[in-house]
T-cell receptor, first 117, second 111 residues
Framework: AQKVTQAQTEISVVEKEDVTLDCVYETRDTTYYLFWYKQPPSGELVFLIRRNSFDEQNEISGRYSWNFQKSTSSFNFTITASQVVDSAVYFCALSEAQTDSWGKLQFGAGTQVVVTP | KAGVTQTPRYLIKTRGQQVTLSCSPISGHRSVSWYQQTPGQGLQFLFEYFSETQRNKGNFPGRFSGRQFSNSRSEMNVSTLELGDSALYLC??????????FGPGTRLTVT
């Protein structure tokens, strides 16, 4: 069963618009981590942010912000004032505490973000 | 600190052959995980090694194997290659934190 769902396949915006990426996850663990990664055309996955299951405080880091809600099992990610360099595929991922699985990331299908000038 | 390095970056093999991919983690990181990325299946976890021991394994056939050396470098081997093994293979290292840092990947094409 898919544990991480990213329903948006592709989002196209014009530069300076905000972009919000949705992520819904499923786990029976009470202890887990959620991540967002960016994959530019070069192919390398770049770590962006992480959030643990005990901290629902939403944060802002530069142009990135995230909204974690355990009640709806959602971990949404927003890019404010998008730039062309933000064009990439963005992945939401989950790692769980069970059986020492911190080294196992379960990814969503990814959302392609296209930012045009 | 140098990032995660993977060699080779590109590889073309024929069905039935075997292949070995290499990954050097970030200095000080002891956990190395491998992932396969294909257009159809997305990013899938292969296995994780920690201190030379396999700690977790994904749902892949036994043709996929790996190992880790005492310097934390890891290799992944695929035997009896099939066309469906064509993919981007990504290696990631993890230190004491919870996030993984990825290498540039090895693009394997099986003909």
């Amino acid at each position: 069963a898919q544990k991480v769902t990213q329903a948006q396949t592709e989002i196209s915006v014009v530069e300076k618009e905000d972009v919000t990426l949705d992520c819904v996850y499923e786990t029976r663990d009470t202890t887990y981590y959620l991540f967002w990664y960016k994959q530019p055309p070069s192919g390398e996955l770049v770590f962006l942010i992480r959030r643990n299951s005990f901290d629902e405080q939403n944060e802002i880091s530069g142009r990135y912000s995230w909204n974690f809600q355990k009640s709806t099992s959602s971990f949404n990610f927003t890019i404010t004032a998008s730039q062309v360099v933000d064009s990439a595929v963005y992945f939401c991922a989950l790692s769980e505490a069970q059986t020492d699985s911190w080294g196992k990331l379960q990814f969503g299908a990814g959302t392609q973000v296209v930012v045009t000038p | 600190k140098a990032g995660v390095t993977q060699t080779p970056r590109y590889l073309i093999k024929t069905r039935g052959q075997q292949v070995t991919l290499s990954c050097s983690p970030i200095s000080g990181h002891r956990s190395v995980s491998w992932y396969q990325q294909t257009p159809g299946q997305g990013l899938q976890f292969l296995f994780e090694y920690f201190s030379e021991t396999q700690r977790n394994k994904g749902n892949f056939p036994g043709r996929f194997s790996g190992r880790q050396f005492s310097n934390s470098r890891s290799e992944m081997n695929v035997s009896t290659l099939e066309l469906g093994d064509s993919a981007l293979y990504l290696c990631a290292s993890k230190g004491s934190g919870y996030e993984q840092y990825f290498g540039p990947g090895t693009r394997l094409t099986v003909t």
